[in-house]
């Protein structure tokens, strides 16, 4: 949650950066199928003083592709 596309800190395994309290970071999971396109979906996480809070709205319920 930056002025970038992508700026550090990582959040990945082999990231060495320590995630700290008031932090603010996107974990981006996505699928891409040659020839056919992809997705990826965004949720916005908080590290507080007791792990992580996801703060992104949830897709609702019942949501169908049109």
Same mark, same amino acid.
């Given at each position: 949650?930056?002025?970038?596309?992508?700026?550090?800190?990582? %959040?990945?395994?082999?990231?060495?950066? !320590?995630?700290? /309290?008031?932090?603010?970071?996107? *974990?981006?999971?996505? @699928?891409?199928?040659?020839?056919?396109?992809? %997705?990826?979906?965004?949720?916005?996480? !908080?590290?507080? /003083?007791?792990?992580?809070?996801? *703060?992104?709205?949830? @897709?609702?319920?019942?949501?169908?592709?049109?």
């Amino acid at each position: 949650m930056g002025l970038d596309i992508h700026e550090a800190p990582n %959040v990945n395994a082999r990231s060495k950066n !320590v995630a700290r /309290t008031g932090m603010v970071f996107t *974990i981006e999971p996505g @699928i891409y199928l040659p020839g056919i396109g992809g %997705v990826r979906i965004e949720d916005v996480v !908080v590290v507080t /003083t007791t792990g992580c809070r996801v *703060i992104s709205k949830k @897709i609702p319920k019942g949501f169908r592709q049109p």
